[in-house]
């Protein structure tokens, strides 16, 4: 008998083919002589989109009839990335698509290029919302991710002579095949204006908040599939939109322009991602898109909980709600709101729900990264959450004092409203007064949160404080980035780790296999030829795959100390002009990047990688034996290119500044070695892979406490170290910025005299590991053994253990299977 396979589900290549050009024809009206590649790439991505929404829609349904607790991710950032190999690897369907493309006469690497990754967020916090979204999804956890629908994304990145040149993100622009929107699902979101009490029905006291005016908020919705499973999660990203009420006053006065031109204001809350991390500013706007995503998604939670159960008594029962740190804080004076105003709640009653239900994640140690909020911007903007946060600090204040009856500094430490100059909302302290739970990303991050960033709130409330150290996602970073390595280790040990990294510890054995180790490293050199390839596309650089290739991408920060490696750089480039003839092992530097467009430091630091690329890639003297490569536009896509083709990730912040950092996971996992501090995750690496697998340098956290308890002097340290002057003073001398002084005078004064990361007290030691890393690389059989032990060793940072901790210690949220019919 014939079997005709349904086009919209059926999977054998014939059908696969039929139905791409089905799509093509009927959703991008293109023929295939008349379609672009991207009308082909759409194409593709609905003849994928095609195919898992059964599961979703299975999901949903399952989800909506099932008294099940559901996790309530709320991130002001979801850093994705693309979707459609990652989908077609949760489906299993990768193979019968790149062979139905290829037969179809098309190339599909230049189809998957075309994908305009999702670029909602900035870094390490936006993309760690992504990879718990992946691991909630496969551990069948049932879970809803919200956030912004930014029209703009984080910036692209161009380099113009050195410097970063930003460009608007339209990651939008030829539409987007995964999102759906749910307009039936949008929320009225108020502001402005004041508040009045009035009496109700039954003579009880009560506000109501009176807006100035309101927005509203329509529903994108993305599915998150689970790996090999039928979960498929949702993520729902809100759109600011002009609500119909909203210009009524105008139109009434005829003022049809003036109408419009307000419309416009209000869509711009979901514009534009704020390109800044670790430092803030106290913009209005960026209060607003906190607010608005946030009201949003808890009226959308209060409507959902509201068709499957009779009230919201049982609202903390049946919801967790992760704050990731406190960008969604507001939520908690939001609940409230919520409860007391619009659903009748008594104070107890509304508290006692609204604190069994949040936790609050905290991602920083800079205290220049705490959120604090003016209070008259706070008033004018939320004038019934300023009270309700007044009246939450009221009650909490008075339980401090009975906690610390004879210490009133205990009240301006720990309360809500700071008082101590202009007045600002306390944002953290918000955060923990209104949560059940509070945890750091790393277990040195946590300690110093307990010792030092949230001393008082642990004093106060130790039980809530734990660790949930941060994980990556196996899919994305291996399985999907580096396909040559996973398929060499599936060979070996099969494919359990994908789930259970755990089991890549089988891996340990052949480490001792002299034969592995060498096939280990010739995968090794495969994909760093790629990455050479495209390099060579991109900048017109040759770089050689069997040099040794050093890796440092993140954004630009001080205390990430990028300009430490360049010290080193410029250390060996001074060596080599010494002595022509030394014998140094072959590097290729490569770097990448954004600074925050107002960070004049970070900007000047990629300046300086720049310059000083151009002076030793260009000098004869070299001989190409130093490469520096400052690739443009690091992000999601790019990074995992160069994950798997890293020998060395640069881990070198100030120990005590980077609360975990995840990139360091992805480089190990990948068979890098890493050159780091003791800080954030990488602690928790070494002891993972093995002291003498992992190339530490620098002073501890205590040692760099210590040193600016007696006054820091970073001078003695330029006065002692003859390489260290040597750097600094060709610097100064405008080596590198043909012949001007000034140009890199901000980098070393602020090092000379302040060097607030410390900079100049940990070069020594780092110039030294990094001697070690280039006599260690030299013995490449010993290499292998220590990237192939790096491998086995690091099942601990796997996103799903991060979110089985969570879901065990923090949401007490068991998986639920889904069934999907025939
Ligand atoms: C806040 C208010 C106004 C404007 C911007 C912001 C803002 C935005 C983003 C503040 C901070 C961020 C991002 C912080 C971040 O990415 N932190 C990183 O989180 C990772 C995941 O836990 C850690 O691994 C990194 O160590 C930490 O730096």
Avoid at 423 to 436: E, I, P
Avoid at 583 to 592: A, E, L, Q, S
Avoid at 691 to 716: C, H, M, Q, S
């Amino acid at each position: 008998p014939i079997i005709i396979e349904d086009d919209r589900t059926g999977l054998s290549i014939e059908t696969i083919r039929r139905a791409l050009l089905d799509n093509l024809y009927y959703v991008q009206g293109k023929t295939p002589q008349t379609a672009t590649k991207n009308d082909f790439y759409m194409a593709l991505a609905y003849t994928v989109r095609d195919r898992l929404l059964k599961r979703w829609l299975s999901t949903q349904l399952t989800y909506r009839k099932t008294p099940v607790k559901t996790v309530s991710y709320l991130s002001a950032e979801f850093l994705l990335g693309p979707h459609l190999i990652n989908n077609l690897i949760s489906l299993n369907l990768y193979d019968p698509f790149k062979k139905a493309i290829e037969e179809s006469g098309l190339n599909f690497q230049e189809l998957v290029d075309q994908e305009e990754e999702p670029g909602l967020g900035n870094g390490g916090l936006g993309r760690l919302a992504a990879c718990y979204m992946d691991s909630l999804a496969t551990l069948e956890i049932p879970a809803i991710g919200y956030g912004i629908r930014y029209e703009f994304g984080i910036f692209d990145q161009e380099i113009k002579d050195g410097w970063q040149v930003e460009i608007t993100d339209k990651w939008l622009q030829y539409g987007n095949p995964w999102e759906i929107a749910r307009p039936e699902f949008a929320q009225l979101v108020k502001f402005g204006g004041y508040t009045e009490s009035y009496y109700d029905q039954d003579h009880i006291y009560r506000v109501r908040w009176v807006p100035r005016y309101t927005v509203n908020g329509i529903p994108y919705d993305t599915p998150i599939l689970g790996y090999r499973v039928n979960t498929a999660n949702t993520l729902r990203l809100w759109k600011a939109e002009a609500s119909e009420s909203f210009n009524f006053e105008r139109f009434n006065v005829g003022d049809y322009y003036g109408a419009v031109r307000d419309k416009v204001a209000c869509e711009t809350i979901s514009k534009v991602l704020y390109p800044n991390d670790e430092q803030i500013q106290g913009k209005e706007l960026r209060l607003e898109q906190q607010f608005f995503f946030v009201s949003c998604s808890l009226q959308d939670m209060i409507r959902i909980h509201l068709n499957k159960n009779a009230s919201l008594d049982n609202f903390h029962e049946m919801w967790s709600i992760q704050l990731n740190d406190t960008h969604p804080a507001i939520g908690v004076a939001e609940l409230m709101r919520l409860l007391l105003d619009e659903n009748n709640y008594d104070w107890d009653t509304a508290w006692n729900i609204t604190k069994n239900t949040f936790a609050y994640t905290n991602h920083t140690l800079l205290p220049e990264a705490l959120e604090k909020w003016p209070l008259n911007i706070f008033g004018r903007m939320l004038p019934r959450h300023l009270e309700i946060i007044y009246a939450i600090n009221h009650r909490f204040l008075d339980e401090v004092r009975i906690h610390y009856p004879n210490d009133v500094s205990k009240l301006a430490c720990l309360s809500i409203i700071d008082e101590t100059g202009e007045k600002y909302v306390r944002m953290a302290h918000l955060a923990c007064v209104g949560s059940f739970a509070i945890n750091g990303v790393a277990a040195l991050h946590t300690e110093l949160l307990k010792s030092d960033v949230l001393r008082d709130f642990y004093e106060l409330y130790p039980e809530k404080f734990s660790n949930k150290t941060n994980g990556v996602t196996p899919r994305r970073w291996m399985v999907l980035s580096n396909p040559r390595m996973s398929f060499t280790i599936c060979e070996k040990i099969g494919d359990s780790w994908i789930k259970n990294l755990d089991d890549l510890r089988q891996l340990e054995g052949y480490a001792e296999d002299g034969g592995f180790r060498n096939y280990w490293q010739q995968i090794k050199k495969e994909v760093k030829q790629d990455l050479a390839n495209y390099i060579q596309a991109k900048l017109d650089i040759k770089v050689d795959p069997h040099s040794l290739f050093d890796v440092q991408v993140k954004r630009i920060h001080e205390y990430k100390r990028q300009h430490l490696n360049v010290l080193n750089i410029v250390t060996l480039y001074n060596r080599i002009k010494n002595n022509p003839n030394l014998d140094v092992t072959p590097r290729t530097f490569i770097f990448g990047g954004k600074a925050a467009p107002g960070y004049f430091m970070a900007k000047l630091i990629i300046k300086l990688i720049n310059s000083v690329a151009d002076v030793v890639n260009n000098d004869p003297v070299i001989c190409d034996r130093i490469k520096v490569i400052f690739l443009p536009d690091y992000n999601v896509t790019f990074g995992q290119r160069v994950y798997p083709a890293a020998d060395i990730s640069e881990q070198i912040s100030t120990a005590g500044k980077e609360a975990s950092g995840t990139g360091n996971m992805k480089f190990s996992l990948n068979g890098a070695l890493t050159i780091g501090t003791l800080d954030g995750a990488n602690v928790e690496i070494r002891e993972s892979v093995g002291a003498e697998n992992f190339f530490l340098f620098g002073l501890t956290t205590e040692e760099v406490y210590a040193i600016r308890a007696n006054r820091y002097t970073p001078r003695d340290y330029y006065n002692s170290d003859e390489e260290l002057k040597a750097v600094l003073d060709l610097i100064s001398t405008g080596f590198f910025s043909h012949g001007d002084p000034n140009l890199f005078r901000p980098i070393v004064d602020n090092l000379l005299y302040s060097d607030p990361y410390m900079l100049l007290a940990d070069y020594r030691s780092y110039v030294d590991a990094q001697d070690a890393v280039g006599c260690a690389y030299r013995d490449q059989d010993h290499w292998g053994r220590m990237s192939i032990l790096n491998v086995a060793r690091m099942g601990k940072f796997s996103s799903d253990r991060s979110i089985k901790d969570y879901c065990n210690d923090i949401w007490k949220t068991k998986p639920f299977a889904i069934d999907v019919p025939e």
